[in-house]
């Protein structure tokens, strides 16, 4: 069961990855950062 649900966050990953034309995982982070995706954490500088 977990390695199902390793293969499934993979091709996300993946599909995101070739949706917003990046080459790495830390590009990917980047992008997301960029488009207000994620935000730092509260202990974070």
Same mark, same amino acid.
């Given at each position: 069961m977990?390695? #199902?649900?390793v !293969? #499934? !966050?993979r091709t996300h990953v993946q +599909? #995101?990855?070739t949706e917003v034309g #990046? +080459?790495?995982r830390a590009q990917l982070?980047?992008?997301a950062d960029?488009?207000?995706l994620v935000s730092a954490g509260p202990d974070s500088p």
């Open positions: 977990a390695f #199902a649900g !293969l #499934a !966050l +599909r #995101a990855m #990046a +080459r790495d982070v980047v992008v960029k488009n207000g």
